[in-house]
């Protein structure tokens, strides 16, 4: 079975560039998580949907970052615009429940000059 | 508050040599699910276990072995007989909440980075 899917692996723009990190969550999971991973901060968690529905994005950092699933096989990431500081790894993971375990994508890694 | 510590920064050991990474965890419920998470150099988080806080029985596979103990909120990961391959970063991680928009959060420490060394 695949697992978590996120597109692209590595992404580089410039400050000012509306960027999209794209994810595909496992194949019948109900949830679906998307977190930032940066030396400063650690894993923090953005949003997440239930049933792609929005349950909590209290740790979306600020009005530039917005986060849909249109449907249950794609979610996407948007930051626009997008700025220096928001350089991360983004990952992306999806669970069957809220108590089991949530299996990662590879990240995306965002460089933003 | 949810917390989770991971009071070692880094360790290195030597291949061969036992190695206890340590978790302190702080949530005010009395359910809950605790997590280990490996992360190699190649970037992607790999799960490793679950534990629910009605089961404080240890567990093993293989060379990894996890010890549970809700009286001093631990949760420590013990690899046996380190491998160059165990090399990574470990993450623990609290899952709380019965309830609310808090159900599905997962809490990471600060993960402890493991060099074994040859």
């Known amino acids: 079975d695949a697992g978590v899917i996120q597109s692209p692996r590595h992404e580089v723009t410039e400050m000012g560039q509306e960027v999209t990190l794209r994810c595909k969550p496992i194949s019948g999971h109900d949830y679906l998580f998307w977190y930032r991973q940066t030396m400063m901060r650690g894993l923090e968690l953005l949003i997440y ?9 209290s740790g979306m950092p600020e009005d530039r970052f917005s986060a849909k699933m249109p449907n249950a096989s ?7 615009p997008s700025e220096p500081r928001d350089s991360a790894v983004y990952f992306c993971a999806s669970s069957t429940g809220s108590y089991n375990e949530q299996f990662f994508g590879p990240g995306t890694r965002l460089t933003v000059l | 508050a949810q917390k989770v510590t991971q009071a070692q920064t880094e ?8 190695v206890t990474l340590d978790c302190v965890y702080e949530t ?14 190649s970037g992607e988080l790999v799960f490793l276990i679950r534990r629910n806080s009605f089961d404080e029985q240890n ?28 090399s990574a970063v470990y993450f623990c991680a609290l899952r709380w909440g019965a309830g609310g928009t808090s159900y599905g959060k997962l809490t990471f420490g600060q993960g402890t980075i493991l060099t074994v060394h040859p």
């Open chain 1, 49 to 57: 949907f239930n049933n792609n529905v929005p349950i909590d994005d």
């Open chain 1, 74 to 80: 794609f979610s996407t990431l948007k930051i626009q």
């Open chain 2, 11 to 18: 360790i290195s050991v030597v291949e061969k040599e036992d």
């Open chain 2, 28 to 41: 005010r419920d009395t359910t809950y699910y605790l997590f280990w998470y490996k992360q190699p150099p």
């Open chain 2, 59 to 86: 567990e093993i596979s293989g060379r990894y072995s996890w010890n549970f103990q809700k009286s001093t909120s631990s949760f420590n990961f013990t690899i046996t007989a380190s491998q160059v391959v165990d």
